[in-house]
């Protein structure tokens, strides 16, 4: 089956600075997503992405499906971007999602 | 608008007794779908059903587990006779179309322990 490989696996930041998650993928994917799941364990909608690049705030995403991979940028971290960030793909032809591996972040003061 | 409502939010059960989890989507959606979460791990795919039937069980055990999304009211996920190993947050999600084109939205997951 499909492999959703996400690096670093863990980031530690202070507040305000940038940093990249990136979502490495296997096989040809219908579309992309990328969830935070905060310390209270919700998960919350970033970006639906199949390919191209959107912005929302101090997030940006960037998916080319062709080199099966995504980006996900946050800028200005603040305490409140602690948590975890997946991304997840349908393979093709299929309707269920599969999670990556995660990238664990956590955001100081 | 609501969003994606499971209940309840936590659960406790012992060995040997059933847990039986809802999920009501969101308003509109008829695509549900099913996942479990073990302690720090990924979410992994178990079922997805579109009213009245499943579509895809895949990820789901093929023994004690089962899901219904009736005509009328909530998706129930079921499992029976649990055991430790069962002790996961389960989380359901629902999208307007099919999710290889649209985008699913995720409930705050019901927490099952098992003692």
């Known amino acids: 089956g499909i492999q959703v490989e996400q690096s670093p696996p863990d980031l530690i930041l202070q507040e305000g600075a940038n940093s990249t998650l990136r979502c490495n993928f296997s096989?040809?994917?219908?579309?992309l997503q990328w969830f935070h799941q905060n310390p209270w364990g919700q998960l919350i909608n970033l970006f639906y992405?199949?390919?191209g690049t959107k912005q929302n705030g101090r997030l940006s995403a960037t998916t080319v499906a062709t080199e099966r991979y995504s980006l996900l940028y946050i800028s200005s971290s603040q305490t409140t971007d602690s948590g975890v960030y997946f991304c997840a793909v349908p393979p093709y032809n299929t309707d269920k999602l599969i999670f990556g591996t995660g990238t664990r972040l956590q955001v100081f003061p | 608008n609501a969003g994606v409502m499971q209940n309840p939010r936590h659960l406790v059960r012992r060995r040997g007794q059933e847990a039986r989890l809802r999920c009501s989507p969101v308003k509109g959606h008829s695509h549900v779908y099913w996942y479990r979460q073990l302690p720090e791990e990924g979410l992994k795919f178990m079922v997805y059903?579109?009213?009245?039937?499943?579509?895809?069980e895949s990820g789901m055990p093929k023994e004690r587990f089962s899901a219904e999304f009736p005509k009328e009211g909530p998706s129930i996920l079921r499992i029976q006779q649990v055991v430790r190993g069962d002790s996961a947050a389960y989380f359901c999600?629902?999208?307007?179309?099919?999710?290889?084109?649209?985008?699913?939205?995720f409930g705050p997951g019901t927490r099952l322990t098992v003692l």
């Open positions: 999600a629902s999208s307007r179309d099919r999710v290889r084109t649209d985008t699913q939205y």
């Open positions: 096989d040809s994917v219908n579309n």
């Open positions: 059903l579109q009213k009245e039937n499943i579509i895809d």
């Open positions: 992405i199949p390919s």
